[in-house]
């Protein structure tokens, strides 16, 4: 439902309520009983009219609160990251240590590994050039 149409679905239902007062006053002035009157076409019509207006402003304020939640919601998701963007310097930089002192390790690890794949493999002659002895 458009929420700007909130006052044009108002002013529908205030015009349907008085047009439902002056028939009624109509159809009483008439001398009608009350079965009649609750019978009477144009009376239940108005009614309809006042129910649909009733149920446009309910459908109106819930998309209102609905609104209102998410604009609650979306500040206070933008006020943790700021917080979360302004920690204090002494946790940032043990952060930042610790995942320097992770990343050293794996470098490490990883010269390491370069190392042992770097290494000639030593074949079958040379295995046993090894193990004779020189003359």
């Given amino acids: 439902m458009n929420l700007k149409a909130r006052i044009y679905v108002e002013n529908h239902k205030k015009n349907a ?3 439902f007062e002056a028939r009624l006053a109509f159809l009483k002035e008439k001398g009608l009983n009350a079965q009649t ?4 076409t144009t009376l239940r019509q ?4 006042i129910r649909q207006a009733n149920f446009r402003l309910a459908r109106i304020a819930a998309q209102e609160k609905l609104n209102q939640e998410m604009a609650q ?14 920690k204090p310097t002494k946790e940032r930089e043990e952060m930042v240590a610790e995942i320097k002192e992770k990343k ?21 002659s040379e295995k046993k050039r090894e193990n004779e002895t020189p003359p």
């Fill in 37 to 40: 009157i609750s019978r009477d």
């Fill in 104 to 124: 050293g390790k794996k470098e490490k690890l990883a010269k390491a590994e370069k190392q042992k794949k770097s290494e000639p493999k030593k074949g079958k």
């Fill in 73 to 86: 919601t979306k500040a206070e998701r933008l006020a943790a990251e700021k917080a979360a963007r302004e």
């Fill in 46 to 49: 108005i009614r309809g009219l």
């Fill in 17 to 19: 309520q008085a047009k």
